[in-house]
Nanobody
Framework: QVQVVESGGGLVQAGGSLRLSCTAS????????MGWYRQAPGKQRELVAT???????IYADSVKGRFTISRGNAKNTVYLQMNSLEPEDTATYYC?????????WGQGTQVTVSS
């Protein structure tokens, strides 16, 4: 079993910054990728950014140049540095960890950006 825990959400004014953290624990023999997704009320969950085990990254167009995904030295932790936040970034942010062919999700952390 794999546990995924996010932290770092909160309330911030437009133009501000937040840093989200995600740690995976348990049976994590081989993490293929970790990533961040978000879901706003009434909308589908969408990709924000992902990073593979070798460091390849993918970003949603809406966050390119503003958000940066990175992995910790232990490789079971991933961060999302969010700068120049906009009200449209308001959502619950979820971390997904892919171990072999299985996906594990965290409970989510709320990010609210006020205008």
């Amino acid at each position: 079993q794999v546990q995924v825990v996010e932290s770092g959400g909160g309330l911030v004014q437009a133009g501000g910054s937040l840093r989200l953290s995600c740690t995976a624990s348990g049976s994590i023999f081989s993490i293929n990728a970790m990533g961040w997704y978000r879901q706003a009320p009434g909308k589908q969950r969408e990709l924000v950014a992902t990073i593979t085990g070798v460091g390849s990254t993918i970003y949603a167009d809406s966050v390119k140049g503003r958000f940066t995904i990175s992995r910790g030295n232990a490789k079971n932790t991933v961060y999302l540095q969010m700068n120049s936040l906009e009200p449209e970034d308001t959502a619950t942010y979820y971390c997904k960890t892919t171990v072999t062919a299985f996906h594990y999700w965290g409970q989510g952390t709320q990010v609210t950006v006020s205008s």
